[in-house]
């Protein structure tokens, strides 16, 4: 499966962003997706992740709260909302694909899209 994260862009603190996780070449309603950051000069962090179905979610201590991830399998996309940003969500974020899976583990996952910069300025 092909994934293409996008949505990234400049806000100011406090303010909102929703990325978007688009997928391609598989049955998508197959595959649990997470989403990851890595902020500039830090490890990258896990984020949020959500089941294949939909019916299963699980956050960050950081963003929980804050931060929302949902799905329309009908378009192949998955979403990040994420409300009352900070400067120090600033990072690239990636969504990721398993099949009939999601977790908090980067080495779980076996499809990575191409990254998408917020940044949150002060």
């Known amino acids: 499966v092909q994934l293409q994260a996008s949505g990234g862009g400049l806000v100011q603190a406090g303010g909102s962003l929703r990325l978007s996780c688009a997928a391609s070449?598989?049955?998508?309603?197959?595959?649990?997706v997470g989403w990851f950051r890595q902020g500039p000069g830090k490890d990258g962090e896990f984020i949020a992740a959500i089941s294949w179905s939909g019916s299963r979610t699980m956050y960050a201590d950081s963003v929980k709260g804050r931060f929302t991830t949902s799905r329309d399998n009908a378009k192949n996309t998955v979403y990040l909302q994420m409300n009352s940003l900070k400067p120090e969500d600033t990072a690239v974020y990636y969504c990721?694909?398993?099949?009939?899976?999601?977790?908090?583990?980067?080495?779980?996952?076996?499809?990575w899209g191409r990254g998408t910069l917020v940044t949150v300025s002060s």
């Open positions: 990721a694909a398993v099949k009939f899976g999601y977790a908090d583990q980067r080495g779980v996952y076996a499809y």
């Open positions: 070449g598989r049955t998508f309603s197959d595959y649990g």
